[in-house]
C-alpha cells in the first residue's frame, strides 16, 4: 500500500462545498428579503429535495426501489398528529420522536418485504403502505377516514402569532433538508457506503469477501424509513391537516419524488438537486395545463432511463469529469 | 352456515378474475424476468378500448372482445419489441422505472380523453342472471369468468409444454444467453411474451369492467391484486396463480362480509400471512 494516497476530496468538491454554504445563508435570509410566497416555495423544494436524497440513497445506492416511501410520510405524519393531541407533546418535539417511530415501524416491515427481490420488492412495498392507509382510517384515535387537524393551542406552541410559527418553520424545513443530506452524505462516505458500491457492483462477490449484504442494506432502509418519517411530520406541521389518501399518498411522496431522481440523476447526490429544480421550473411553467403536465413528466423519464440513464447530471459529470460531492475516494501515487 | 359457504364460494369465483390479472405479470416475469408496473394501467386501459367501441358502435361488451384482444396482442408486441426490450440490459432499475413512467402516462391520457367519471360496461342479462347450487344462488357471470380463467391457465399450460413456441420460451427463461446461441430470435420471442401476457390483460379488463365499476386512476390497485395473487400462488406456478386469486378473493369476500372497509385490507393481511409464513409462495415453482 505504500506509495498510494488516497483522496477524499477534490478541488471542485471543496469550491463546490464553500457555494452550498453561501447558497444556504441566502436562503436562511430569505425571510429578510422574499416574500412569504417565496418561503413557502423555497420549504416545499427543501422538504421535496430531502425525499429525493433518500430514495436515492435507497434506490440508486443500496437497489432497494421502493415505491412505498410514502408509508413513512404517513406514519410519521400520524405520530406528530398523535403526540400532540393526545398527550400534548411540544409539536417540533413530536417532528423529532416520529423519526424513531417510524424506524421501530419499519423494521418488522424490512423483514417482510425483504423476502420479494427486485421489481416485486417494489410493489411489497406499496402494499405495506396501502394497508397502513387502510389500517387508520379504521382506528377512531387516529380520526378515521375523515384525518386530523392540528389545533391552535397545539401550534401555539410554537409561537404565539402565526408571522412567528412560519419563519420557525421555514427555517426548521432548511434545519431538516440540511440534516437528511448531511446523514446520507455521511453515510456514503463511511464504510457503508464503500459496502453499498460493492453490493452495487455484485451482490454476490461483496458477500463472499465478508460484506453483510442484508445487515447494510436494512440499515440502509431503517434509516430512509426514520428521516423519511421526520420528514413527513415536518410536511403535515405545515399543512395542518391529516388524512389517510393526502399522508399515504402514492402520487405526492413517491411518484413525484422518483421522477426528481431519475430526471436528475439516480445514484448521485448531485442528481436529486438538479431533479428537483427541473421538477420545480417544470411545475411554475406548466401548472396550467394538469394533466398533461404529467404526461410529460412521465414520458421524459421513460426517454431518460431509455437514453440515458445515469439522468441530466450524468450527461454532465460524464463530460466534464466533475463530482461536486467527495464520496468517491480517489487513488494516485 | 350456508351464508359463509355463500361468502366463501364467492370470494373463490372473485378469484378467478384475480388470476386473469395475475396472468400478464406473471408471463412477462416468468419470460423475461420483467415486472410491467404499468400492468394495472393496461387492464383498465384494455377497458376503456372496449368502452370506446360499445360507445361507437353500441355491440355488447362480451363481443368487444373481438376487437379488443387483437388490438392489444398487437400494441404488446409493438411495446415490447420497440420499447421494452431496449431496458431489459439495464438491470433491474430500467425496466422498474420505464414502466413507471408508462403508468404515469396511461392514467393520465385516459384521464384526458375520457374524463374521472366511474365508467361500467354492460353485458345484458348474463350480469344478473343466476342458477342455485343446493341452497345457493350463484350468478351466472361470476362463474363465466372464473371458467374462462381455468381454460386460460390451462391453454397456457398446453401452450408452454405442447408447443414449440412453448419450448423456446421455456428455454429463453432457463438461460437466455444460450437459447439465443441456439438460434432462438429473443427480440421476437420476448415481443411475442409480452403480445401473449396483453391477450389475458385484455380479457381480464373487459370482463372486470362488466363486474366493477372503473376509472383511469383504477390501475395500480389491479396491479396489487395481480401481485397478491401472484405472490400468495408462488412465483412461475400456473395453477398456483388460480389458487393465490382464490386466497386473495376469499380473504377478501370474508372482510367485505365483516365490513365494507375492511374488504381490500382483508386481502393485503392475507398476502402479508403468507409472505411472512410462506414467503414462497403456496406452490413455489421457479426461483428468481
Known sequence: MAGFRVDRSTRESRWFAGFLVLVFIALATLPYWGGPGDMRLVSEMAYYLALAQLWNLLAGYAGLVSVGQQAFVGLGAYALFYLTSQFGIHPLVAVALAAPITAAISLPMALAVFRLRGAYFAIGTWVFAETFALGVSLVTPLGAGSGMSLTPAIMTQIAPDRAGRELILYWLSLAIVALVCAIVYLLLRSRYGLALTAIRDSETASDSLGVDTFRTKLTIYVVTAACTGMVGAFIFLQKLRLSPEAGFSVNDWTVVVIFMVVIGGIGTLEGPIIGMLVYFGLREMLADYGTWYLILLGAVAVVIMLTAREGLWGLVARRFNLHLFSVRRHLTR | ?288
Do not use: C, K
Not at chain 2, 89 to 115: C, D, H, R, Y
Open chain 2, 1 to 288: 352456515m350456508t351464508d359463509w359457504l355463500n361468502i366463501l364460494l364467492q370470494g373463490a369465483l372473485l378469484g378467478g378474475l384475480y388470476a386473469l390479472f395475475a396472468i400478464g405479470l406473471s408471463l412477462s416475469f416468468g419470460i423475461m424476468r420483467l415486472v410491467n408496473i404499468a400492468h394495472g394501467d393496461f387492464i383498465v386501459l384494455s377497458a376503456y378500448i372496449a368502452l370506446a367501441f360499445i360507445q361507437a358502435t353500441g355491440i355488447n361488451a362480451l363481443a368487444s372482445l373481438a376487437i379488443v384482444v387483437p388490438l392489444m396482442f398487437a400494441l404488446g408486441y409493438a411495446l415490447q419489441r420497440g420499447l421494452l426490450n431496449f431496458t431489459l440490459s439495464g438491470g433491474l432499475l430500467s425496466p422498474l422505472l420505464v414502466t413507471f413512467g408508462i403508468s404515469v402516462i396511461i392514467e393520465n391520457v385516459l384521464l384526458q380523453i375520457f374524463g374521472a367519471d366511474i365508467r361500467r360496461l354492460h353485458a345484458g342479462a348474463i350480469e344478473t342472471d343466476s342458477v342455485a347450487f343446493g341452497g345457493i344462488a350463484v350468478g351466472v357471470y361470476p362463474l363465466l369468468v372464473f371458467a374462462v380463467a381455468v381454460i386460460a391457465i390451462a391453454g397456457l399450460q398446453v401452450l408452454f409444454y405442447r408447443t414449440a413456441l412453448g419450448r423456446a420460451f421455456r428455454a429463453t427463461s432457463d438461460d437466455a444467453g444460450t437459447a439465443e446461441l441456439l438460434g432462438i430470435d429473443n427480440r421476437h420471442l420476448y415481443a411475442m411474451a409480452m403480445a401473449i401476457a396483453m391477450i389475458f390483460t385484455a380479457l381480464a379488463g373487459v370482463l372486470m369492467a362488466i363486474r366493477t365499476t372503473f376509472d383511469p386512476a383504477a390501475g395500480p390497485i389491479r396491479l396489487i391484486f395481480a401481485f397478491e395473487a401472484v405472490i400468495i400462488g408462488g412465483l412461475g406456478s400456473l395453477w398456483g396463480m388460480l389458487i393465490g386469486g382464490m386466497v386473495l378473493g376469499i380473504a377478501q369476500a370474508v372482510g367485505a362480509a365483516l365490513s365494507p372497509t375492511w374488504q381490500i385490507l382483508a386481502g393485503h393481511i392475507a398476502f402479508l400471512i403468507v409472505l411472512v409464513i410462506r414467503p414462497s409462495g403456496l406452490f413455489p415453482h421457479t426461483r428468481d
